[in-house]
């Protein structure tokens, strides 16, 4: 065998560099630093030195009362926004998919906060959010609700962070769930029509069991997502709500990274791998969930083959 | 049930589908609705189904005016020509869900699904859902659901034409079979005369939203009304050889060839088409009516010769004892059937 130049053979890996160096320097070594970081006592940035190897990170961590918090409020907000947004965003996806008038300054309604900033339409949401002048409020006087103080309390901090939660993750949602409908053949509607079968019946039967898998898709991206929210307190509340009342797992992260002096960056980096190991974990079960759901419909390639090959 | 359907219209647009189309389809037949893609056939399906509404006209099942009703009261099984079998119901259920819709208690509900799945031969895989099933086995499944609420009138449209060859005979031999069990008024659609011959107690050819002619099959055959029915039936498919009609003669060819086919009451001068069937030609040596031989081709148990006859070439069986070779000289006359003369504009038969 001839060999082939020096030159020649590392070609491809040349070709593979410039991706290889950025993947390193701005993926892998911030996470396997936060890792070697939360293992390392008294870190101190700047000079490198620390106390100690070991768990006291995640020890001191889990037994902050902010962190129980921080854990807390997250699950509670993930329960809230994802069902709830994921039930108004496939009824949303489903009136936006028929033919209806107007269908098109419907659609760019709904995807206006798309294309919003967050933090622009945060603000607005303040006003909206009023103990006095609000729009919320005005509109919960009418219907002989009392008003709610939504941001100067902190009973109704958490409340206003959920509404404008599931407002700002509407229509990533609907787009992917409309994306999810317009595969669907619209001949099993016909065939469901002509046996008699009405709206609601088509709804439940036919359409949510064959939007599932883009409804499973959704409320995976959506639980990660909201997993990882922070920034919405920020234009809402200038921080973790009005009495220190609503860190979230993010949020402390950024917490005793950014507003502590000193920075305490073994705490940020243990709570940053909690963390990535939660999400992780739901991650998991979400690919198990789909690959059950990919079965149950029949989708199994080798089951099919079997099946073909007996018929023979 | 009887289906009238009176001077039926439909228009897209400025696109009329169908045209002034009558028609009576006897209670308990089957008849295949028969043309080229965009002849109106599936249209006319629609409108039988309810899924569309024709513009103009009237459709009667018995003596109930249906013409505007919407499908769920017509009470018509439509069977798809993807099948639309629901990819997360079970097979079982597939066949339960219209009766569901109509509120049949689950009991029962399974009861009559169970039987329906005996008929159709799907009752081994009751549990399975659509994908594992192979086309053929969701057929059956589609025509099981179609026909579990006992309706009055069976649609099947184009049901064969995702099946592959071998299939596509068993499974034409089983909706015939289900169909004669049943007893159930049916109508199917197809493009494929040899599915429509085989399997209607009548049928009806359309061109463009026009119906060309209404029959029993092989009288569609022996007896086209015009050129295009005779052209769109038969395979391999009729020979056509252009010619003209002088003194009561078709002559064939620029050479005006006497074909030995006489029509009476067609003016001189008229240019028609000599249409005849492969198994109507005969070898004559001593007939005046020549030819020469292009090909012979061994079909199964029969030899198909092409040759050329006044120019054109076209295909015949012929009882040959001898082989015959490239470039001979024949002579042939034709049978008495299947020899038809058209006029070559209207397509109009004159013989």
Redesign the interface.
Known sequence: MIKRPFIERIKPFLYLLPFIISVTLFTLYPIVNVIRMSFLEGYKYLTGAYTGVGFGNYEKVINDPYFRQAISNTFKYVLLVVPISTVIAVILANVLNQKIKFQGFFQTCYFLPMVTSSLAVGLSWRFMFNDKYGVINYLLTLLGIDPVTFLGNPSGNFLALVIFGIWAILPNTIILLLSGLQNI?P??Y????????KTL?IFF??TV??L?PTIMLVIIINMISTFKMYHELFPLFNGPGVAYNLFTVVYYIYYEFRVLTPPKYGYASAAAVMLLVIVFVFTMLQRAVQAWSRK????DVK??KK??DA?R | MKIRLENIVKRFDDNTAVDDFSAVIESGELVTLLGPSGCGKSTMLNML???LYPTEGKIYFDEDDVTYMS???RG?G?V?Q?Y?L????TVLENIC??L???KVPKKERIEKAKKMAELVHVETMLN???????GGQQQRVAIARALV?EPRLLLLDEPLSNLDARLRIEMREEIRRIQLETGVTTIFVTHDQEEAMSISDHIILMKLGVLQQYDKPQYLYDQPANCFVADFLGNPPINKVEGVVKGGKVLLGPNEEDSLVRTDNVPDGTPVYLSFRSESVILDDKSPLRARVVLTSVMGKEIITSFVLAGKEVRGYMNSDVELQRDQEIGIRFKKTGVFVFDRESGERYL
């Open positions: 053949d001949l099993y016909t065939a469901a029509k002509v046996d008699g079968a019946r039967r036919i069991p064959l599932a149950e419909r029949g989708e089951q099919v099946h073909r018929l | 189904s309810g899924i499908s769920e009261k018509v439509l798809f993807n639309a629901y990819p997360h119901m869900f219209p569901e819709i109509k399975r859902k659509p994908g594992q099933l192979s609420k």
